[in-house]
């Protein structure tokens, strides 16, 4: 999937927020929805793609049964890959830290900030939050 995204900033955010969740990628019901492989017509390089809008189909239809976190990941991937218009304050609401944490990496990500060295603080710092 990375080689399939390169060069384009919304996807690369987008696949490696799925890649990070982990779930959706090792689940057979989610590949044969929504991921198509192939080669890189060029290079020959191996890779695959995302049809975000057939996973968010197969979703709704029921057929890929998930959390809701698991629900709000491949919602936020699928905005910032093709555009899809959510409610970032619903899909936000609720992530843990960690997922929490991978989202805004992607958002970073997306808006043009990957190369950089990002410091994303986690936990609590100096003492007591308020």
Same mark, same amino acid.
């Given at each position: 999937?990375?080689?399939?995204?390169?060069?384009?900033?919304?996807? /690369? =955010?987008?696949?490696?927020?799925?890649?990070?969740?982990?779930?959706?990628?090792?689940?057979?019901?989610?590949?044969?929805? =929504?991921?198509?492989?192939?080669?890189?017509?060029?290079?020959? +390089?191996?890779?695959?793609s +995302?049809?975000?809008?057939?996973?968010?189909?197969?979703?709704?239809?029921?057929?890929?049964?998930?959390?809701?976190? /698991?629900?709000q990941?491949l919602?936020?991937?699928?905005?910032?890959?093709?555009? +899809?218009?959510?409610?970032?304050?619903?899909?936000?609401?609720?992530?843990? /830290?960690?997922?929490? +944490?991978?989202?805004?990496?992607?958002?970073?990500? =997306?808006?043009?900030?990957?190369?950089?060295?990002?410091?994303?603080?986690?936990?609590?710092?100096?003492?007591?939050?308020?």
């Amino acid at each position: 999937m990375r080689a399939w995204a390169k060069g384009l900033l919304g996807l /690369e =955010a987008a696949v490696e927020l799925l890649i990070g969740h982990g779930t959706w990628l090792t689940r057979a019901d989610f590949a044969a929805a =929504a991921l198509t492989s192939g080669r890189d017509g060029i290079t020959g +390089v191996a890779m695959a793609s +995302v049809d975000f809008p057939a996973a968010l189909a197969a979703r709704r239809a029921g057929g890929l049964p998930c959390s809701s976190s /698991e629900e709000q990941i491949l919602a936020l991937a699928a905005s910032i890959a093709t555009g +899809v218009p959510v409610a970032l304050g619903d899909l936000v609401s609720g992530l843990d /830290e960690d997922n929490a +944490v991978r989202v805004a990496i992607a958002v970073l990500h =997306a808006a043009g900030f990957g190369g950089r060295s990002v410091l994303v603080t986690r936990g609590r710092q100096g003492g007591r939050q308020r």
